[in-house]
């Protein structure tokens, strides 16, 4: 017994614990993509490549320094595809999963574990939202496969070529890896306007977040019943933000590029053009074109889509479209006076309002660090690094190109914003994080002169 | 009475009077530097190139689409000194001086408008401190311009040139203006370590804050007597940050550009070269050399300097030090699981807290508009575009050398980042606030998920 007191007074917060989960799973990546049988015979890569290759699939990214098509053998292709289900659903879901086929019993700290890494806060029916996350996700990549499956027998020779790009495609969409085996993303679907709808409607489910797909799910069931359903407050705030993001992001990349990208285009070459690059900064990192194509605007205003990133409790990275929002309702409430946020006909927490900002701030000086020091290590254009700097901590994966041409350190500082970006600012900051502390002592408050 | 009556209906706040007054000011300042008295034979330019002037000097930006040596006539000089220090030590303080020069007692309201201005959030001894402000600042611009006077000696050919110089280039670095009739800024004192060090106790004596100087003061008052006297929370708070921002601005300076700019310099002249650029970016704007001859993590570090600013209540622009480091303290605390931010035995009113990271928020959101609006409508390499910014937003008054080139686009998003960044961002944001709102009805809290 004194053992297992021992282990419990090592008393490791859950977000601890998460994280040294996401390290364990790295490794294990690692191993796996690193056996000879992952790899294309003659194909070397050097430790970091693959670390590197292990944390981009982990974390869902999609950054790559080596060319998966290139790279990957049949066999790696489907250890990829694993890795990718891991990190995008969530290792804890998986983990959850395991236990319950164990038949084990879900204890209070495993659910707290759990609930971290999908940042539910509350406890009922965890291990059953565990369960229908898993199955919605399967069920979502197997119709996916099947139908791009199908439609890949026009593009490709032989039905295993086709069905295996299928299978593929509709994982890295769902789980928003952006990773592919096309060996060029979906440029040659361009024109393809059905794989291209396929595709977007893959990458919202997965960046869209879990508690939104099952507030949606409930709202069925509850309306075939003729109940009525109230959809949470953070289900309208992510929502309303991811489509708003989605329509202004369209708009812009077509404003900034319309005398450039989208000089002498179809209005419906247009359409999905911008509509796609959009859809595909919230999170996916797949894209229809060569994004170094655009003008400058429209890469910063990608940029900054990407930092922005997905929905909180999602496939996605970034600061998570809920922080973006509620500083924005934060500010706007405080330029007119009002002593409250409200929205939706609720009121936000003066604590929410206060850990958006700090998430906020806190990524902004890791991204600003991180672009100081690639400007220093690596030698390429500003807006390349920008933009390399957002994709990587917004887990999207889009790039200018440069990722396989990036020195050491360059691949090191991108290697920890995924990992940040994925786990979040939040947590991240908990690992410095001890217990909250009661605060014994008081000083008298002083007030002082801001801005 | 009728009349007055509806005059007073009008009700507009302190902060939108002290906008108004500083669009008075440009439109006088437009019109004085549009005499032609005021310029040399023969100088033509067009209204926005002299409305970009009057801002660049009312804001003590320094930021110049013309050369004002080649521009100014020596009557244009002293018309420019006089709005320098008009903008410098703020509308308010002259405004107030003239009142107590007429005779008239200053009322609740014009007290109220002083303390806007200067951000004082005390009643205590107001007209009194406009008083020493002005004093303070005539004082010392006078003892500088003397002594630049008799040491130009050296340098210009006649007394009337030398003590010219030496009156502008005091009244330019004690207002932080930047704004130089050299032609080239330092350059030409690149050498001369005395020059440079009287400009970097003039720039720190007007970028450090009134608030800090008079605290000072009263310090060495006490001190005399035998008192003992206790600094304010805000003075602690400012200076600290002030001088940190300045020591690690030059190690960042120097350690990006060791290999590119400082190679093969001596030590006094990289410390010369690292200090002087680190202290220009808290608000001078003045520099010893071609700043686009750095490195592009220094040109980003600059950057970074000049966003912060200078601190409150000075003749500076920036988000301002105290909302820097209240923010990065809150982080920290926040971080450390700790549930109220102390500093120097003091804690910080959550107010405060919530107040320095709307700033910044709001700061980086007009910044980032601007830097993509500029990516736009200009055609120049972006850290060019960010630098510039930076400089506007910060009226520090740097430039990589675009300022004359830019669009008329261009020219209006600087003069509206100098403008907002002169009157800072607080301010910017009451513009549109009404008053504060008694809340009258509430909804339901509800928490959502963050980051
Ligand atoms: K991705
Ligand atoms: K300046």
């Known amino acids: 017994m004194f053992k297992f007191d ?16 996401y390290m364990i799973a790295v490794t294990v990546s690692t191993i796996l993509i690193s056996l000879p049988i992952a790899r294309k015979p003659g194909v070397e890569w050097t430790l970091l ?47 959850t999963f395991i236990w319950l086929m164990l038949g084990r019993k879900i204890g209070f ?15 009922a029916g965890l291990v059953d939202l565990m369960k229908q996350i898993l199955k919605l ?17 026009n593009y490709f020779p032989t039905w295993q070529e086709a069905f295996l790009q299928g299978f593929f495609a509709s994982v890295s969409a769902a789980t928003n890896a952006g990773f592919d085996i096309t060996g060029e993303s979906l440029v040659m679907f361009a024109n393809d306007y059905f794989v291209q709808t396929i595709n977007i409607l893959l990458l919202i489910f997965g960046a869209i977040g879990f508690p939104v797909l099952l507030e949606i799910k409930e709202f069925i069931q ?19 933000t991811f489509f708003t993001l989605l329509v202004i992001g369209a708009i812009l990349i077509y404003y900034f590029d319309r005398e450039n990208f989208f000089l002498g285009k179809t209005w419906h070459e247009s359409l999905f053009y911008a509509l796609f690059q959009s859809v595909t900064t919230r999170n996916g990192g797949l894209a229809t074109m060569d994004v170094s194509q655009f003008s400058g605007s429209t890469q910063m205003v990608q940029s900054l889509l990407m930092f922005i990133g997905a929905s909180p409790s999602s496939v996605g990275g970034g600061i998570r479209t809920t922080t973006f929002a509620i ?5 706007f409430s405080f330029a007119r006076g009002r002593q409250t946020v409200k929205v939706f006909k609720r009121e936000l927490d003066p604590e929410d309002v206060l850990k958006s900002f700090v ?18 290590s690596e030698n390429f254009p500003l807006i390349y690094i920008i933009y390399e700097v957002a994709s990587a901590f917004g887990t999207t994966g889009l790039s ?5 041409e990036l020195s050491n350190t360059g691949k090191m500082v991108i290697i920890l914003l995924m990992f940040v970006g994925r786990i979040g600012i939040f947590s991240f900051l908990f690992i410095i994080r001890g217990k909250i502390s009661k605060d014994p002592y008081h000083y008298p408050k002083e007030r002082v002169i801001i801005g």
Chains 1, 2 share one sequence.
């Open 6 to 21: 021992r282990f419990n007074s090592i008393k490791l917060t859950s977000v601890q614990i998460i994280v040294l989960f």
């Open 49 to 95: 490549d693959a670390v590197f290759t292990a944390v981009s699939a982990v974390s869902v990214t999609g950054l790559t320094v080596v060319s998966t098509a290139d790279t990957f053998s049949v066999i790696g292709v489907f250890i990829l595809a694993f890795i990718l289900q891991f990190g995008g659903i969530g290792i804890m879901t998986l983990g």
């Open 109 to 123: 700290r495993e659910r707290q574990l759990i609930m971290t890494d999908q940042n539910r806060n509350t406890f």
């Open 137 to 153: 996700f399967l069920l979502i990549e197997v119709i996916g496969a099947i139908i791009l499956g199908i439609y890949f027998l």
């Open 222 to 240: 509850h309306h075939k019943i003729g109940e009525t359903f109230r959809f949470s407050l953070f289900t309208k705030i992510t929502t309303c």
């Open 327 to 331: 500083a924005l309702l934060a500010i």
């Open 359 to 376: 998430v906020i701030s806190v990524a902004i000086m890791l991204c600003g660090g991180a672009v100081i020091v690639l400007s220093h």
């Open 400 to 404: 200018m190109g440069i990722t396989p």
